[in-house]
């Protein structure tokens, strides 16, 4: 896996996208990764009132365009492993996680993704689905890491897909994939626990999964509301 992202991130380099790290290989051992560090500070919640704004959501959303449009002619190859299996149609290279908690800010604007080890090749929608879930945020009433009232969070959703520049087809879809991408979630969380890694186990035992669950029900009780916002012109 490592090898692959390590020849994205020279990939986006290469393409001019200046928000992810640069790659540097391993150390002697072949034990750490090299990575340059990103100064700014990284979205942990609580996120600050700059964090959460539309200016940082409109700067978040111009970022995953870039990234994407920057990976859009990544050259794939038969040996490529990523951790997340790839999604047809592959228009681009998903981050996976492009989530506040794997974003740089600074000045309360994010700049820069960064932790790629989900990244893999999928559909625009796909990527968006989480960001946005995460971004907006999405979440159900009652969530720790904040939530807003149901017409405010499909105002936010519209702000981010007119930044970004999604297309009809896709705003169409947008709100069902944020609840599909997050089942997803949950059955990689299942199979990574049940293969044995300990993290997993202990995000399962701590109910995670139910969160992502309750959102993925939240985000389609809204479905047919927040696809109207989408369109709405």
Not at 15 to 33: C, S
Not at 148 to 161: I, K, S, T, V, W
């Amino acid at each position: 896996m490592t090898p692959t992202v390590h020849r994205l991130l020279d990939h986006l380099a290469a393409r001019g996208f200046a928000g992810a790290p640069r790659a540097h290989g391993l150390t002697e051992d072949g034990g750490r990764e090299i990575l340059d560090f990103v100064p700014g500070e990284v979205g942990h919640y609580p996120l600050s009132a700059a964090m959460r704004s539309d200016e940082a959501l409109r700067a978040a959303a111009t970022l995953l365009r870039a990234l994407h449009d920057a990976s859009a002619d990544f050259p794939r190859r038969p040996e490529d492993v990523w951790q997340l299996p790839p999604r047809e149609p592959a228009e681009v290279i998903c981050h996976g996680d492009a989530a506040t908690y794997n974003c740089v800010f600074r000045d309360g604007l994010p700049v820069a993704f960064i932790d790629f080890d989900t990244a893999h090749p999928g559909p625009r929608v796909w990527d968006v689905a989480y960001t946005v879930y995460r971004f907006v945020p999405l979440h159900a009433p009652g969530s720790d890491e904040g939530t807003l009232p149901p017409a405010e969070q499909g105002r936010r959703l519209r702000l981010f897909a007119d930044e970004y520049g999604l297309g009809p087809d896709e705003r169409a879809v947008l709100v069902r994939t944020v609840s599909d991408r997050l089942h997803a979630l949950v059955r990689f969380m299942n199979e990574r626990a049940a293969a044995g890694d300990a993290a997993f186990a202990r995000h399962l035992a701590d109910g995670h999964h139910r969160l992502y669950l309750a959102d993925a029900g939240y985000a389609l009780a809204h479905t047919d509301a927040w696809t109207a916002q989408l369109r709405d012109r």
